[in-house]
């Protein structure tokens, strides 16, 4: 890089902490902003509770940001890695560790970070954007950059520039999640049986252990909402509302008197969002279909390598799990450019996908991958450095196709 770039990255869950920090390593400035006050994203501030997509069949996915990532963690947790109700290896966390990891180490990469504040405009000139406002306690300040990538899972920088998006009318069902103490069985297993008989009975939606949080007396439930996905903010809101009110009023109450290994259970822990799976997202240079997901797709500018099934949460609570034709598949690094804005990256759950790919492209493994790639990406100079680079990140994932 010749001239320091100046990179903002909005959005600082997991996609936007690792384009931040690709971006930084890079030799960028860079800037990440987030409404929220604590990075993370959905992973700290709905407490997902697991990293899926890090591990092809029993083997971590090999690639340098994965590994580091998966090392890091594991060294707070020799016990992280679990197997998901589904039979897939996953990496168990916990929520403010996850929170410090991410914290940490964008300070160790100088990244600025912006908490609680949000982008309030943007000027653009030709096919460049060139500069963002940010508002934070309630100023605005004006940021020149030389590359944006959107973080924020539901196309909040593409909303400003008008341009289009990939919607759908079949987004996939909300969850919440919450943390109870006081709580006594042998296993999780044992929790997860008395938990399905007691929803069938009561006619509540479907419960869930997280798999890996039953520990000390303390479990992370997650409540399969039986709703449609939405892009309303105001419905997400009042679904939120509604939903905690719920949990405390309702279904707290009912299985402590129900069931014995709830009868002394307390709230410990009432996550502040609501985990929306799937919203609105840019459209790319490319968009990445459910077609491309087969093994058979082969494309030289393959920039992430995803390894989870097709996991869709439908309306009636339920999931349905495809499972790949193949191994794993690549997201070309045309899934990661925005149509015509020539300077603004996508990573996460923000990719530009159709609706079943992105049901596979959205966990966190993945993420990481295209948050990295994206990061790499805008700190390229030019167009011809930007080919360069999208070489780079393929030849570390070449073997895989
Ligand atoms: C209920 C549920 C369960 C899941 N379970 C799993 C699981 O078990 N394993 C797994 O791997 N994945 C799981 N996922 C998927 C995974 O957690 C997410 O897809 C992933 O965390 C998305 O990361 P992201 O960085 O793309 O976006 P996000 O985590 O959504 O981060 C976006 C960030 O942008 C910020 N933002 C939004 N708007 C603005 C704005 N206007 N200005 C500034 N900042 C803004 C937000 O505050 C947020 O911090 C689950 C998702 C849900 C909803």
């Known amino acids: 890089m010749n001239k320091k770039r100046h990179i903002l990255v909005v959005g600082s869950g997991v996609s936007g902490y690792a384009a931040a920090v690709a971006a930084a390593e890079s030799g960028g400035v860079v800037t990440i902003v987030d409404k929220a006050c604590y990075p993370g994203g959905q992973c700290t501030h709905v407490n997902v509770g697991t990293i899926c997509g890090l591990f092809i069949k029993d083997e971590l996915i090999e690639h340098p940001f994965l590994t580091d990532f998966y090392k890091s963690y594991c060294d707070f947790d020799e016990q992280a890695r679990v197997i998901n109700h589904a039979g897939y290896p996953v990496l168990s966390y916990d929520w403010k560790r996850l ?20 982008i309030s405009g943007i000027q653009t000139s030709g096919s460049l954007i060139t500069e963002v406002l940010i508002e934070k306690n309630g100023e605005e300040l004006p940021l020149a950059v030389d590359a944006v990538i959107d973080c924020t899972g539901k196309a909040v920088v593409t909303e400003f520039l008008g341009t289009e998006t990939i919607c759908s009318d079949n987004y996939q069902a909300p969850a919440y999640i919450f943390e109870l103490s006081g709580v006594s069985a042998n296993s999780e297993f044992q929790l997860q049986m008395i938990l399905s008989r007691f929803v069938a009975k009561m006619d509540f939606p479907p ?22 996905g939405t892009d309303d903010e105001d419905q997400k809101e009042q679904l939120l509302v509604a ?6 009023e309702k279904l707290l109450p009912e299985l402590k008197e129900q069931t014995e290994a709830f009868g002394k259970a307390t709230i410990s822990v009432l996550f502040p969002e609501m985990g929306w799976r799937t919203g609105k997202r840019p459209k790319g240079k490319k968009i990445l279909t459910e077609n491309q997901l087969k093994g058979s797709f082969k494309s030289s500018d393959f920039v992430a390598v ?17 499972t790949l034709t193949g191994v794993c598949y690549g997201i070309p690094a045309g899934c990661l450019r925005h149509n015509t804005f020539d300077n603004l990256f996508m990573a996460g759950k923000n990719i530009s996908a159709d609706e079943r790919a992105i049901s596979s492209a959205r966990v966190t493994g993945t993420c ?19 080919e360069r680079v999208i070489e780079k990140l393929y030849q570390t994932i070449e073997h895989y196709f």
């Open 99 to 118: 929170t410090d990891y991410f914290s940490q180490k964008l300070t160790e990469n100088k990244v600025e970070v912006l908490s609680s504040a949000q």
């Open 207 to 228: 419960l869930y252990v997280v798999p890996g949080s039953f520990k000390t007396g303390k479990v992370v439930l997650k409540l399969a909402l039986k709703v449609a």
């Open 243 to 248: 939903t905690q009110k719920f949990v405390q």
């Open 368 to 386: 990481l991958q295209t948050g990295f790639a994206a990061g790499k990406m805008a700190g390229a100079d030019n167009a011809m450095d930007l």
């Open 306 to 322: 995803g390894a989870w099934p097709m996991e869709e949460w439908k309306e009636d609570g339920q999931v349905e799990i495809k």
